[in-house]
T-cell receptor
Framework: KQEVTQIPAALSVPEGENLVLNCSFT??????LQWFRQDPGKGLTSLLL?????REQTSGRLNASLDKSSGRSTLYIAASQPGDSATYLC????????????FGGGTRLMVKP | NAGVTQTPKFQVLKTGQSMTLQCAQD?????MSWYRQDPGMGLRLIHY???????DQGEVPNGYNVSRSTTEDFPLRLLSAAPSQTSVYFC???????????FGPGTRLTVL
């Protein structure tokens, strides 16, 4: 059974710092991996999606990398801003999982002005 | 487009009561899913549908029923609510050929 872990569970940084969020998964037979952002009391917004054949994806100040063989993904946020404060979740879709995403528990990020 | 909408936003039930959580999307997406989110456990898939008339179980289906009579709507029914079903419920959809999921705002359910 696929298990997804995100470390740290919470992170507080001053504005302007570059930071890395980590995601690890136990089964490397994945179809793709997604990073989501969740604001308090709101739904999830897809940030980046990496297909299993890709190594990284970039969108603005966000860069996500994928190392399937080691079961790891990182989300890099450059020049963090208070507006980046949210919970970040990663989710993997297995090769035989159909429509099912397996989510990590999330990293709660606070960027202080 | 309104995207994915969910009603109600909040609900309190007593043990044993039944209710239906509504989910609708106006993007003509074939795939729709229900997840529950519990503290520290991420989101877990309850049921999903790959199109009208087709549904299947996810990771935690017990105590929940679904149906998909139209492409737009995917209601989730709690047959006899239990305190263990206290959670935040999210509906999601995605179009055929895309892996990007679109989530609704969630329904916060408390079962006393």
């Amino acid at each position: 059974k696929q298990e997804v872990t995100q470390i740290p569970a919470a992170l507080s940084v001053p504005e302007g710092e570059n930071l890395v969020l980590n995601c690890s998964f136990t089964d490397s037979a994945i179809y793709n991996l997604q990073w989501f952002r969740q604001d308090p009391g709101k739904g999830l917004t897809s940030l980046l999606l990496i297909q299993s054949s890709q190594r990284e994806q970039t969108s603005g100040r966000l860069n996500a990398s994928l190392d399937k063989s080691s079961g790891r993904s990182t989300l890099y946020i450059a020049a963090s801003q208070p507006g980046d404060s949210a919970t970040y979740l990663c989710a993997v879709r297995g090769n035989n999982a159909g429509n099912m995403l397996t989510f990590g528990g999330g990293t709660r990020l606070m960027v202080k002005p | 487009n309104a995207g994915v909408t969910q009603t109600p936003k909040f609900q309190v039930l007593k043990t044993g009561q039944s209710m239906t959580l509504q989910c609708a999307q106006d993007m003509n997406h074939e795939y729709m899913s229900w997840y529950r989110q519990d503290p520290g456990m991420g989101l877990r898939l309850i049921h999903y549908s790959v199109g009208a008339g087709i549904t299947d179980q996810g990771e935690v289906p017990n105590g929940y029923n679904v149906s998909r009579s139209t492409t737009e709507d995917f209601p989730l029914r709690l047959l006899s609510a239990a305190p263990s079903q206290t959670s935040v419920y999210f509906c999601a959809s995605r179009p055929t050929g895309s892996d990007t999921q679109y989530f609704g705002p969630g329904t916060r359910l408390t079962v006393l």
